[in-house]
């Protein structure tokens, strides 16, 4: 088996006004699910310090739609995305679950860890203090064997 290669690349920009819903559905070209990996940074484009309205999760809901979903609608924000789908080389494996302590293992499919990434995104609806705004910033995640993640 060779080196994985991206079959496909899509990529765009979403934004949202002041004010204004926590739910952006994006068509985008049909992928296969099991080998596609979604990437987004998202920044505030208005003042103050309601983090909750700018952290975004994105969701492949089918093969052919992203959801961007955020916290609260306190801040204008841009969200820049791109959509991997890689070669039949490679397995994406997703999931949620709910952090509901400060460290959190939670089950996955068995991976070689050797050859394993894994990314968390989060979001929360709740205004967070200054000091939990700092906290968030700071999220970590890593395979601690190849059936659990942190």
Not at 20 to 39: A, F
Not at 49 to 68: D, F, K, P, Q, W
């Amino acid at each position: 088996m060779g080196k994985p290669y991206i079959v496909s690349k899509q990529v765009g920009m979403a934004t949202w006004s002041f004010g204004v819903g926590v739910l952006q559905n994006i068509t985008i070209s049909s992928v296969n699910l099991s080998r596609t990996w979604v990437r987004i940074t998202y920044r505030s484009t208005s003042t103050g310090a309601e983090i909750e309205s700018v952290l975004t999760v994105a969701h492949l809901t089918s093969s052919t739609n992203l959801r961007l979903e955020r916290g609260g609608t306190s801040k204008a924000c841009t969200i820049e995305w791109a959509v991997y789908e890689f070669d039949d080389s490679v397995n994406v494996y997703r999931g949620s679950f709910t952090q509901s302590a400060v460290t959190v293992n939670t089950s996955v499919t068995s991976v070689n860890t050797a050859k394993a990434i894994s990314e968390c995104t989060f979001m929360t609806t709740s205004v967070p203090t200054a000091t939990q705004q700092i906290s968030y910033t700071m999220l970590r995640d890593r395979l601690t064997s190849s059936t659990n993640l942190r």
